[in-house]
């Protein structure tokens, strides 16, 4: 995926991919020598760089899973949708269709090429946490409003539905799991969503005002391989779902995409003892996007993404290792309150790693693609 990118961008990120590509070479040999198709024991996750907001493509032998559209601009709206492009060029078979797509809220930042990927794709069922406000409320509503007529099953979901469910499963059905496939089929479900009912610790007001605390929490088992996706859930929110699946093993997962783009208060420690991660994957801009000509702080150097503190609950949690990183910039405030940090264990992020694809395997294993 081309991108207009600054010298030190470009230079950091040819960096990393030649350390990953020399890790992996043997890997990239063999990923390189099919056109299309996966192996039925294959899935493969694409953690698309789009700047300041979300995108992630989940890629089955059979079918094809888009979990949020968002974008930081026009630009990276744009390189989402040839992402997309050129990934259906390789998988032909799938006809340009995709079984679902999921916006886990209704931001811009997780929904703002939503309608382009409905008009430029086949898309048989879309899901969301069923709200009509926020700053993608534009997006969100004409995607709720039109699915029915260009042939799209829409569902959305709650954190209440969820907990009703017994012994703790989450919610599956026939648009939450749309994908069945030989070999190994995915198993998808949602375990959380829009709140209803007040939590404990919470009020009226800071729900209706907190659109991220609604975010969907969406867990896909890949025979043992596991993922979760979490949209931009935040710490109160966290809390509470985790205490509702204590003692059992439903957030637990190999890979986790970090809540609210590494924000101070998209981890903590109650979460990630109940996921337990191998990896995590942190989606927002490069450090500097915004520092300059932005009229606004709704970018990366505005929030401060991502955050020191989150950083360093990842490394303390996840035991495996990645190829060192040893200057890359992480914040412990907005603007100018950054530094230079090192990373060793197996966190990834688009500001230093851009597109990542993960490949898993229904045993368990997984490895990285370039």
């Known amino acids: ?28 040999f063999t990923c390189g020598i099919f056109a299309q198709g996966l192996p039925d024991n294959e899935m493969r996750t694409h953690y698309i760089d789009v700047g300041q907001g979300n995108a992630t493509l989940l890629e089955f032998s059979c079918g094809a899973i888009l979990i949020d559209a968002g974008a930081e601009g026009p630009y990276t709206q744009a390189a989402l949708i040839r992402y997309i492009e050129r990934f259906f060029n390789r998988r032909t078979d799938l006809n340009k269709t995709l079984n679902l797509v999921i916006v886990t809220y209704a931001h811009e930042d997780h929904n703002a090429g939503l309608k382009d990927v409905f008009t430029k794709f086949k898309v048989l069922n879309y899901i969301d946490n069923g709200l009509r406000k926020g700053s993608g409320k534009m997006n969100q509503k004409w995607a709720q409003d039109n699915a029915t007529s260009m042939g799209i099953a829409y569902a959305s979901y709650s954190y209440d539905q969820a907990i009703a469910v017994p012994w703790k499963k989450g919610i599956t059905d026939a648009i939450i799991d749309p994908v069945n496939c030989n070999g190994t089929n995915p198993e998808i479900s949602i375990l959380s969503g829009r709140f209803i009912a ?18 969907l929490v969406v867990k896909v088992k ?73 009229r606004d702080n709704y970018n990366t150097y505005g929030y401060g993404h991502p955050r020191i503190q989150a950083l360093d609950m990842l490394q303390q949690a996840i035991t495996e290792k990645r190829s060192p990183l040893d200057s890359i910039v992480a914040f412990y405030g907005i603007k100018e309150k950054h530094k230079n940090y090192k990373v060793t264990q197996n966190v990834y992020c688009s500001a230093w790693d851009c597109t990542v694809v993960m490949r898993a395997f229904k045993n368990g294993t997984y490895s990285m693609v370039d």
């Open 1 to 28: 995926m081309k991108k207009i990118l600054n010298p030190v961008t470009i230079a950091l990120c040819k960096a990393v991919k030649f350390r990953l590509s020399f890790t992996f070479a043997l890997l990239l």
């Open 198 to 215: 007040v939590p404990a610790g919470m009020t009226r007001a800071a729900l209706d005002d907190n659109g991220n605390l609604h975010s």
């Open 222 to 294: 890949f025979g043992d391989s596991s993922f979760l996706f979490t949209g931009d859930l935040e710490d109160k929110a966290m809390n509470q779902v985790a205490n509702f699946y204590s003692g059992t093993r439903m957030l637990d997962c190999d890979i986790w995409e970090v809540s609210h783009h590494g924000s101070y208060n998209g981890t903590t420690t109650t979460w990630l003892n109940a996921v337990t991660p191998k990896c995590a994957f942190i989606s927002c801009g490069k450090w500097d996007s915004g520092k300059v000509g932005a």
